[in-house]
């Protein structure tokens, strides 16, 4: 079975612009979260999608912003990027309640 | 405020012997945690669960012991081997049962670097 995949691998970026992420989760799995790490923050999480309604946001600003189609594929979206969201994006997917999270390898986003 | 706390940054083990990672976490309302591996350069690896009604899982060489008085749990690999050197974290949430509304919102640990030393 497939796991799940993050494209692109690597992002390069200029300040100001804005970037779209793409996640597609393991078949079955309806569930899928975002999360960022950082070297100074950690794993936080963004926000999480279940039957293409968004369940629960961590937090982030409004800049930060996601969906969910039908197929359960998920894409975030960050707007007006800073220097400081230059992190590793990573995406999750479960089979739902009490399930355990399996990440993809992530999006390295770099902001110049 | 940091709910889930690895303290030891980093953990040098000998091949064979055992590897114990710990972990505290502040936040009384989790009942749901989780370790996972990570490579450089790869996602993070699910490992291992337990939840609260339960004080130890075991999966093959991995064991994950809860101490909910504590707030203390702990990950044990035995024997260790040398493939097992990656960064480890713990995870905490909330059970979509005990009236926790997220699936998939999990609080990590910074983590810990384990090196197993052949």
């Known amino acids: 079975k497939a796991g799940v995949t993050q494209t692109p691998r690597y992002l390069i970026k200029t300040r100001g612009q804005q970037v779209t992420l793409s996640c597609s989760p393991i078949s079955g799995h309806r569930s899928v979260s975002w999360y960022q790490q950082t070297p100074g923050q950690g794993l936080q999480f963004l926000f999480e999608?279940?039957?293409?309604?968004?369940?629960n946001k961590g937090n982030f600003p409004g800049r930060f912003s996601g969906r969910q189609f039908s197929n359960s594929r998920s894409e975030m979206n960050v707007s007006t990027l800073e220097l400081g969201d230059s992190a590793l994006y990573l995406c999750?997917?479960?089979?739902?309640?009490?399930?355990?999270?399996?990440f993809g390898n992530g999006t390295r986003l770099t902001v110049t | 405020d940091q709910q889930v706390k690895q303290n030891s940054p980093s953990l040098s083990v000998q091949e064979g012997r055992i590897s114990i990672l710990n972990c505290d976490y502040t936040?009384?309302?989790?009942?749901?945690f989780l370790w996972y591996k990570k490579y450089p350069a790869e996602g993070p690896t699910f490992l291992i669960s337990?939840?609260?009604?339960?004080d130890k899982n075991e999966d093959g060489r991995f064991t994950v012991f809860l101490n909910k008085s504590a707030k203390h749990l702990s990950l044990h690999i035995v024997p260790s081997q040398p493939g097992d050197s990656a960064v480890y974290f713990c995870a905490a949430g909330r059970l979509a049962n005990a009236g926790g509304t997220s699936y998939g919102k999990l609080t990590f640990g910074q983590g810990t670097i384990l090196t197993v030393h052949p």
């Open positions: 936040n009384s309302m989790f009942d749901y």
């Open positions: 337990i939840s609260s009604i339960k």
């Open positions: 999750a997917s479960s089979l739902g309640p009490n399930s355990p999270l399996h």
């Open positions: 999608y279940f039957s293409e309604t968004q369940r």
